[in-house]
């Protein structure tokens, strides 16, 4: 492959971001006296899911995001009067400290490394991105991390793209492959921005919404065969 750079998304990506936001979700519910069930958990995804839908289309700020989600969810469970702020601090902080990988991430990123510059492009919240990020295996293998809220700007616009390029120093697009879960932040903006993609279709769906991936693999493990790099 021509490729000298890789830029990857993190959750769902390379963090099993399911399993450390139902820990993290769950520790904060049974601190507040609710029992983590799966219908209150249906719940929550529902409104942060329906958040995240609206910062990706520019509609509210990350910290709008950050708070928004647990005073509306805190009003759906009936928890009204508790600070949505310190819930979703109270939130984020457990979810710093669960910085699970998905299986073969790791083994992933050290087969890659020797071969191609590693960064992480992430629409996550900046203090618990740093804080899995800097406590993971992972740290020592990746040339850097660019975090929207840091960056002003997010996935999938392309001024988010730009600015990563613009400081890893790549002038041509070709050199650089985006690698994500997300069709609507990773594969839309990457090929929006001119890069080559490769969608990490973890459901298996086959489904890519209208969008064209250069490349499609079911798990993160498919990445370095696909780019010829054996084990």
């Not at 984020?92 to 191609?116: F, H, I, Q, S, W």
């Amino acid at each position: 492959m021509h490729y000298t750079h890789i830029l990857l998304d993190a959750d769902e990506t390379l963090f099993d971001f399911k399993k450390a936001e139902a820990i993290s979700l769950s520790s904060l519910l049974e601190e507040e006296g609710v029992t983590p069930s799966e219908e209150v958990v249906a719940l929550y995804h529902r409104i942060n899911d329906g958040w995240w839908k609206r910062f990706e289309q520019k509609e509210v700020t990350t910290e709008q995001l950050s708070t928004g989600r647990f005073a509306d969810f805190a009003e759906a469970i009936g928890l009204e009067g508790r600070d949505p702020e310190q819930l979703s601090m109270r939130y984020r902080a457990n979810l710093g400290m669960n910085g699970v990988l998905l299986p073969g991430a790791l083994e992933t990123v050290k087969l890659l490394a020797p071969y191609y510059e590693l960064y992480i492009i992430t629409n996550g919240i900046a203090d618990t991105q740093h804080k899995r990020f800097d406590t993971s295996p992972v740290r020592e293998y990746i040339s850097g991390m660019f975090i929207s809220q840091e960056m002003g700007v997010s996935k999938p616009d392309t001024a988010y793209f730009d600015h990563v390029l613009d400081t890893i120093g790549i002038t041509d697009r070709s050199k650089a492959l985006v690698v994500g879960d997300s069709l609507r932040s990773d594969i839309q903006g990457g090929i929006a921005s001119g890069l080559d993609t490769c969608w990490v279709d973890r459901k298996n769906t086959g489904n890519t919404e209208g969008l064209q991936p250069t490349y499609i693999i079911s798990d993160i493990q498919q990445l370095a065969p696909l780019l010829g790099v054996d084990a």
